[in-house]
Structures are given as structure tokens and as C-alpha cells.
């Protein structure tokens, strides 16, 4: 860590900073430039609260110089890591992996037609939601874990592999035979203890960033699940709020190249909550394949205006159909099969 | 509901979307312009979502014409709510409230010190936090129910009244007969299944406002607890996220004004998250009172820099003293006591 | 234009409102509903000013029906626009044009080395800053007029187009002999006394999305340079401020369908200023093209990292060379030709 | 500065950075950590383009240490700057200063009336636009230096001072005469040739704060009037874009304790433009001097409702009156009169 003093601190308020930089564990460098004295701190600072020194008197600026992600950094893996699930399939390899289903499983017809569709299409995971606390306390709320046995038994019969959303601790266990891939929704992204838990699973976990999360804060919320021991995590951009209201959200595409650059872990990219909209689903999910994302996780129902929730982001069948296809070029043009 | 359609829409695009909102179960009146229909959709949409039409062929717009909420609407009471505590003591009348107390429960000492200086300054309500969840599992995770037993304690031994953070279903059963008002944290002001349950316990709910939340979506979250038959909610603005990085979060003043105009629930002003900043306390719970706010949330420390937790934005006890001598007057200026 | 009144409004309220719209000069058709009164005002609403009818008292919202940019609108021209140059070259049309050339036009050798790459990759626009006001009085600050005579002369030399940024009114009447397409940068985007007058000028206009606009106001922005009977206007998006500071901007790839769906006129990305980081051009400038983007622009340099302005977001030639190859086969993958 | 590079950066990547920054002009130090290289670089940095330390290979992060702007930092005055005008009257000292005036000025008895109306409430400055550029090429344009010689008259007449917008380089040699403080737009605030020129005069100016604008390059502006020799420069928040509809911006209430902490300059709070919302005036009015600022900007109109331009957001006289009242109090409850 750096703390830049304010150009006419007194020697007091430097000693100050010092002792406060020793007790938190660090040494102190101390440079006395002819304006301004640098107080560097070399040591273990991960868990040191930066924002403490920022408030003491004459400090003008402090910087965390190590990155605060190790686990999830790029340089604890350069060559990137892959997921491997059952049948050989992975997420991070040569291979741009496809995650389709409904919004809600809703009953057992709707799950098994999506499943035969995705498998058709040549997609490889089946997704679906089975807890869907809503806004309304009238509204669907999911079928719980009937709704995942019957995902679980349709994606089982094409050969698929299924991804659902954990909403609470509870939910894990009951969850775990039926599941291939957690995913933790977005609202959850800082829900430590949930992660906590996470990190004791021994099933990849695909982590949506929050509507309001740094790159910085998702690859933090990473770390929590890798420091249990669980590795397989797969990361999932899905639209950031910002000012522009046309769109649900902004889905922020640049964030796909960061987040290679920056860790080694597979990027998925979410264009149905990313943009809110059906009819901006395909020109998104093309971006975010061009753009050079590992997965691409689409929202899909063979009546979509009817669907019991997302209605408007969620495609029809024959639209992912054509989707899929389209994927499956802008793949090969960036060197990868899908 | 209105849905706009665009200048050229077909005339079976504009039965689509009639179809449509009869379907929904409100009854349309159309008006055929010389370049655009528009189509009014008058009953109960609360539960239409109305992106499924923004995407239907031919539509150029939706708006919601009723607010989304009712029972948190200004017009539910136009002369507003004052949230009633033992003893008295209100929030959302004549007197601003104070609330004050460390981020943390920490330990006996900690909190006896605390709230003698909580009561001797004059404010009436001790909050302090017992579960802490953090970013890194190393760091210290809070006292659990111990911890409100003495806050609880410290609390009547000095005539105050408690707030905490509730952060699961499971704790809001052992924390009923510790707390005083249960306090819900940005990060779960969407958490429904929770807020469902708070509108079931008979006990003050402080709502934290999300660090992306919309006014709107505080509303729509209170509108959740009250639905349940829970109607002593209280609003709290605690800091956005905006592309401004000198603060933690930019503090939204704003809001106080605004939730009073649109709601007749009381609202809480919390600088210490707002800022993250100690030395900006002072000025924005001063802000805060001129703008209206009917109570102060701020986190106090006797060793402020050696805080368990937040310790960058926590007042030392004499710096809290002073503040409320100076609240005291700001509120006097604007007609109120404290 | 729609007013929705308050559920307690009383009758001198509504009557106000009323009142104020017919003075407005549109018409009134009101619909009394059970707990709310609702007015729709039919007939020319572009110049009135909604907000303030949202300030008087006994209204809860106020809704702009239609569009309030006609000219810019899909509906004007369904079928789209291509702006057309000389030697048959357009943007908007099947092929995706490519603007590439150093931020600051520094000298002869300098532009001609690169127009000369700019040609052999098969690019087909030049572009160069000659107004450099800098944010420092002591940096460079542009050639002038001289400076875009150099760009010219390279640019005919090597069959290329021109395009360079405008910032004052003077400025037009110099540029015009040098330039094929004015640019707008993004702080002016809502200098509107300059917009006007190159409503009158005849040449196209790249009109860059200011940092902080919405999709909206860079349509009505566009909308002003057409009032002028200039429709030769390219739409640029070039990021956006968000709260995520890891990129220099966050570029909103979203904007291209949306500005398609919205508009007919072409729109063009920046993948340099989008980003500020020359490693996220190549990938953010092949998302763009994937997700529907009628040209690119690209900042180069020969010796990008002693560039006289931008170095960090300028790509060398060879890396240019590249990207150019790499887009050609997305384009195919879209259906398009480079 | 200070670069920190990756942890398994290379030693000729290390070498290249080094080289880089000694040619920039900076001595460098080198601290070798277990896992992390880290370059220190001393010397005058304010003109290193940071970002292009920040692409170049095996670099994890730049950091600037020293402030970049010197004359408008805290430490050049510690004491603060109070910018003098005639008779006595500053802004930035015990007195906070009000602001008021029509946005256009209509014609002579409209500004007269309102000049009579300034003077009687207390206040001692009158403000109005002359030079409109409105998004409409219909819409009122503003009266120009005619306008200003109105404003001058009624100004002179009561014994007040007058604040007008420049938005051209062109006009501050005619404005000079009619004008005691020149005001620079949100939209103007990064025309780097007006500050420029600005910065010659001598005149004070009140430089407002861009919509999408940080602290930081708000006061880089202000740096660069200063540097001319100009350092009468007052300040102006007024609102930034947020992903909040609710009100046109959020008002950054907290701006003005942050500016005042690392700047000397004083401080003015625009609520009217802060809140676009005349029912949102007061209220904000009131936390802004809560808050500390040095003068309230405020728009008001004989007939608001009917004021050529921003007339949602303009105080009726009798308004402004209350509001003078109430600002009284709120400036004697922070040790200052009004």
C-alpha cells in the first residue's frame, strides 16, 4: 500500500500514519520528496481497511498496490482455467458453451419440450429457475425442488447438463443431485455467507455479477468461493444500471476482455438480463461471442409472451434455433467451435 | 396502463396488443390519431408487467400510469405516519430522532460505554450490529444473539431504544425480544422472502435504500413488508453508487424531499454509509435535518480508529456530542426539536 | 401527451392542468377513472416543455406519447440510410467502413505513413485531429487548417476519404475544402448553435454520443442537424460514464441495435475512446461489428506509444493490419462485407 | 507516480517501464517485493499521460501521488479565497452570498421587477441568461448584450451585482462592461480555449461543475483559469446524472464539504438545475447551506410558469422570499449570516 501525505503535512500526523501502517503489519518505506512524503507499506495488506488511513489527519491519497484477488488473479493461473463437467464437456475451452431454458420450470411438458430444443440446437446445459421470489407475493413462485427433478430427468434424457440458481443456504444440499452448476443470482453476488458455503461444494458455481458491482467487487466475491477450496468458478457479466434507460440495463461487453485479462477464470455473458429485451438478444449474444465469451446464457420458452416470468427478454424456440446458428459462425470467426 | 404504438404500426400489430391487455384484464379505449393510436388500458395493473408489451411488433412505448404502489403511496395517508416506540417516542413526527451506535456490538465495555453517551447526548435509540457477515472470513464476524442481549441490556439501563440488522429469516425470531426495530441492509432491500416475513412481525422495520436502488424500488420493497399488515416502516437513504469516486457513495439529499412527497412513510438519513468518510459526517447529517430528514442514523465508536468494522466513517463520542449540539440547532432552524 | 393526476387531485387542480395544455395548443380528452383522473393531450407536443406540468400541483406524472424527434425516427425512412461519398463509397450499406488515423495529425511524414497503411489494409476513411485544445496550456495543440491540408493530400494521394472534428462555427467554412465528413466530438454534442450550422453545411456529419447522454438526446441531437436539411448524419457511440472504472468509459455495444431499432440513420462505433486501452480495441471493435455496427473508427499511430495525444488507446500499424483481417471475417459472419 | 507491476512481470518489461518514465522525465525508484516489483517515480508528473504507463506489458496498475492541480488545491491557500466584488461584497466569506435571477432575461420590466425583488429579500446578486441556445431552433434564443444592458441597469438601480453565462470566446469582450461575474455552463466546463481566455480576464468566475463531471475535473478546470493569473473562481454544484429519474440529476449535496476539503476556492449550490423540480428548491436550498456552501444559485420569475425557459424548476417571488427566511435561519445555525 501507498499513502501519499498532503504537501504540508506535519511530522506529526507522518508519524502518525506510520505507526498506524506498523500495527496494521506492514514495513514502512518512507520517501521525503521536496513537496510531499510517500509512505509505502510492503506486507501481507489483503485485509488491511485502506479507507481507515484515508481519514487520518494530513493523508492526502492511499493506494492498495497488490491486487486484492490472488486466487482469481490471472498470474495464480496464466493459462486460464476450464470447467469440466461430466461427458467431457467444459466451460474455458476451445469450445463457446450454450446455456438455454426457461426463466421458471413450470411443468413437466414445458421443461421437456425446452430440453429436446436446446439438445437439437446443439447446446449443452439446460437452465431453469426453480425458487422465484417475485416482487408480487401473488406472482409464480417457482416449483422448488419437483420443478429441478423434473429439469434434472429431461436434461438427463437428451444428454444435457443442468444449471440453477441457489438463493439461500438451505437450498444447497436438496439442491446438490439434481444440479451440475449452481448459479448465484446477481442480488447474491455479496452474500458472503452464501459463498462461504459455495466454496465447501463440490460443484462449479456460475457467479452473476451484481447490477452495481465492479469488475473488482465480482472477482472479490470469487475469491470467497475459491478460498473453500472450490475452484470451478464460472463468471457471468449480465448488464450493469447506469443512467441510459432505454435498455433494461447496459450489458457492459468490455467487461468479457477485463476479465480475461485480469483472472483466469471462464467469462459467461447473460444477453437476456443483460438487455432486458427479446429483440436485442441475438445482435448482444453475437457481440459477446465476438467479444470472446466462454458461455453464452440465454433465456428461452417455446411460448415466451406466455412464459411466468422474463417474459419480454425470453426468446421463442425457433428464434434460439436461429440464434444458435448464427453463434456458431461468429465462433469460427474468432477461431472457436460452439 | 398507456401503450403507444409506432407512427406506421399495422392495424394487426394494434389488435395484437388489445388482445394483449384485455388478456391482462384491463379494458381499452383507443384513440386513433392522424400519425400514431394510442391505447389506454384502464383496471388493475399492479401485477402486468409491462415490458411484454414494450416488445410486442409495432409498439413505440409503455408507461404505467397508477403508481406501483399503494400502501406506501402519500395518498394512502395523506397526513403522513409517525412510527411509535415505547416510551413515547416517535419517528416521523415533531422531533428528529437520533440513532447512534457502533457498527458492531464488540463486546460489554464497548457497548455500556456506548450507550451512556448514546443517553447523555440526548438521543433516544442504540443501534449496533450483531451478525457480520465479511468480505473476508478471517475478519471478525460479529457477537450473534450475545451481543443484542447486551446491547439490550446497556439499552434499558439508559432508557434507549435498540436497533439491528436482521439478515435472515431464521434470526428475526431470537432478535424480537432484543430489538426494537429491525433494521434491513442495502444489500437485502430486495431480499422478498425476508421482507414478506418482516411484514409478519409486529415490530418497526427500518429499510435501507439499495446502493442501486431506485426511490421507486424502496417504495415497491416497503410497499412488500406492509402488504403483510406490518405498516411501521421506516425509509432510510444511505448513499448511491454514481460514477463520482471521492466519496464512497454519493449521498442522495435529494431523496428526503422526495419520499416525503411520495410517500407518507418516515425517512432516515445515514451519513456515515453515505459518506464512508468520518470528517463528512457532520455536514450531511446537518444536510440531512435542513432537507427534512425525520431521523439521523450514525455509527460512534470511544475508539473510533480501532473499530471492528467501518472504522473509517465512525465518530469518536466527543465528535458525536458535538454533532448533536449542532443537529439540535439545524433542526430548531427548520421548525422540529431533537 | 399524457397527464396522470394524483388519486386525491381535486377538480381546480384538474382544471388547471387542463387549462395549461389547451394554452400549450394541444387537445384535451379526459377519462375519469375510479381513483384517478387521467388527461391525454392530442396535437403538436415536440416543443412543450413536460416538466412543467409535472410541478403543478395534484399531477403524478406526466408521459411524452410520441416520439420527440420526427426526422431521425425509423419511421421517416423504414428502410434505412446510407450516407453517400465520393467513389461510391457509403456507410450504411452492406459493407462496414473502416475510419482509421492518428488521434493529432503531427506532420507530413507522420500522416502519409499512415494513410498509406490505412489504404493497404483496405480501409477505406482517413481521419486526423487538427483543434487540439489540450487540458494543458503547454501540450500540443493541433496543426490547424494546415495540419488537415497534409491529411487531405495523403489522403487523395491514397484514394481515401477524410474525416476530421469540428469544434467551433469558424471553423466550418476552412474545413470545407479538406474534409469529406465533419466529426462532432462527444463535448459537443449539445452545442447546438454549431449543430444548426451544419444543418446548413453539405457534407456528412459523424455525430459522437457525449459522455454522459442518453440514446435519446444524441437522437435529438442528430434531429437538429436534419431540421437544417442536412440528412447525412452517422451516429457514433464511443462509451459511456458509468460507475466502472477499470475501462476509461464503459462502451455501451447495446446502443448499435437499439440506435438501428430506433433510427434509420447508420451508425458507427469507437472502440478507442470506448475503451482507453489500446489491449480491449481489437475485441470491443469485433463485438461492434458483430452486433450490427455500419463502421468502425480506430485511432493509429506508427509509433502509438509516443503519440501526441491518446497514446494509450492508439494501436500500431501491424496491430491495425490484424484487427482489419480479424473484422473482415466477422463481417462475412454477419453477412456483411470489409 | 507509482507503477506497480504484475507479479510475474518480466525484468525486460520492468526495464521498458523504467525507461518509459525516465524518459517522461521522472527519477525512479525500485522496490523489489517477494511476489511484486514496484517503481516509484519522482519529479513533475502533472503532464505524464498516466494511461500509457498503464497498456504497456507486465504493468498491473499506475497510480498518480501528486495532486494534479496545484493552484487550485487546498494546500496553495490554506486559509481559503473569498473573491472580492464592489462594495464590500465577497463570496467565501462569513456571508453566504444568494443568487437570483430569471434563467432568460424577458424584457425590462420582467428583470426590473425581479431586481427590486432581490434587493428587498437580502440577497446581492442578480443573475440572467442572454445568450440561449435551445434545443428547438423556434424557441426563445435570448435578448444578447441588449439583454445584458437591461440586466445591468436593474442591477445598478438597487445596488446589486450581476452574473451572466458566457458561452463563446467572442462574448466576453462585449459582456465585460454589463457583467461582475462571468458563469461558465455544465456544458461548457471542459472548453478548455474559453477557460483559457477566462482566465485573462479579470473578472471572477463561477465555473459550474459538467453533468457527468468529477470532483477531480471539476477543479482540473478551475486550474486551468487559474493558471492564466485569474484566481477568482467560485465553484458551482448543480446536480450530476445518476441512474435516479426521479429528480432530472442528483444534486451532490456532499460535493460541497469535499471540495472545501481539497480545494480553497469557495463553493455555490445551484438547486434549481441541482433538482429540475421547483418543490425540490427549498429543501435542497436549505442542506446546501447546511452543508457549507459559500452562496445559493437560484432561479426565479414574476409569472414562473410562464418563464421563457426552465420554468419547472423557477421560484415564484413571493417563494424566493420565504426561502430568504428560511435560509437565514439555517446560515445563523452554521455560525454564518445571510
Redesign the interface.
Known amino acids: 500500500m ?1 499513502v ?1 501525505m ?3 503535512a506535519a511530522e506529526e500526523q507522518i508519524d502518525a500514519v506510520i505507526d ?1 501502517m506498523v500495527e496494521a503489519g506492514v514495513s514502512v ?1 518512507r ?1 521525503t ?1 521536496s ?2 512524503t ?1 509512505l ?1 507499506g ?1 506486507g501481507p495488506t ?2 488491511v ?1 485502506l ?2 488511513f ?2 487520518m489527519p494530513g493523508v ?2 492511499v ?1 492498495r ?3 486484492p484477488y490472488k486466487l482469481a ?3 495464480f493461473r ?1 493459462e486460464g482455467t476450464a470447467v469440466d463437467f461430466a461427458n467431457d464437456v467444459k466451460i474455458g475451452g476451445q469450445q463457446v458453451a450454450v446455456i438455454a431454458g426457461p426463466c421458471a420450470i413450470e411443468n413437466r411438458e414445458q421443461i421437456f419440450t425446452i430440453a429436446k430444443c436446446v439438445k437439437a440446437a446443439g447446446a449443452g446445459f439446460l437452465r431453469g429457475g426453480a425458487f422465484k ?7 409464480f413462485q417457482g416449483l422448488g425442488i419437483p420443478g429441478l427433478q423434473l429439469m434434472h430427468e429431461a436434461a438427463r434424457e437428451h444428454g444435457l447438463l443442468t444449471v440453477s440458481e441457489v438463493m ?1 443456504i438451505a437450498q444447497i444440499e436438496p439442491m446438490l443431485q439434481y444440479t451440475d452448476c449452481f448459479q448465484v443470482g446477481a ?1 447474491n453476488m ?4 452464501l459463498l ?1 458455503e459455495l466454496g465447501q461444494a463440490r460443484k462449479p458455481v456460475l457467479l452473476k455479477r451484481g ?2 458491482a ?3 467487487e465480482l472477482l ?1 466475491s470469487s475469491e ?1 468461493i475459491m ?1 473453500g477450496g472450490n475452484y470451478d468458478v464460472i463468471l457471468c457479466e449480465r448488464g ?9 440495463n ?9 476479465l480475461h ?2 483472472s483466469h477464470l471462464p467469462v459467461v455473458a447473460d444477453p437476456s438480463h ?7 438478444v441475438a ?2 449474444a ?7 465469451a466462454d458461455a453464452i446464457l440465454v433465456e428461452i420458452h417455446p411460448n415466451a ?1 406466455k412464459a411466468a416470468s422474463d ?3 425470453t426468446l421463442y424456440l425457433d428464434q434460439f434455433e436461429k440464434l444458435m446458428g ?1 453463434l456458431r ?2 465462433a ?3 477461431g472457436r467451435t460452439l
Do not use: C, W
Not at 447496459?250 to 477485463?258: C, E
Not at 443483460?274 to 436485442?280: I, Q, V, Y
Not at 453475437?286 to 470472446?292: L, W
Open positions: 501507498i501519499a498532503q504537501e504540508r498506524a518505506h520517501t520528496g513537496s510531499q510517500i509505502a510492503v489483503a485485509n481497511e479507507s481507515k484515508e481519514v492526502e491519497r493506494h498496490i497488490s491486487s488473479g490471472r498470474a496464466p421470489p417475485r416482487s408480487s407475493p401473488y406472482a439461500e442480488r455479496q452474500n458472503f455467507n462461504r447490477i452495481a465492479t469488475i473488482e472479490l470467497y478460498a450493469i444500471r447506469t443512467y441510459e434507460t432505454t435498455t433494461r447496459t450489458m457492459d461487453i468490455s467487461a468479457i476482455p477485463v485479462k485480469l443483460g438487455t432486458g429485451r427479446r429483440d436485442m445482435p448482444m453475437k457481440a459477446a461471442v465476438a467479444a470472446g409472451d417474459a419480454a427478454q448464427e459462425v461468429i469460427g470467426a474468432v
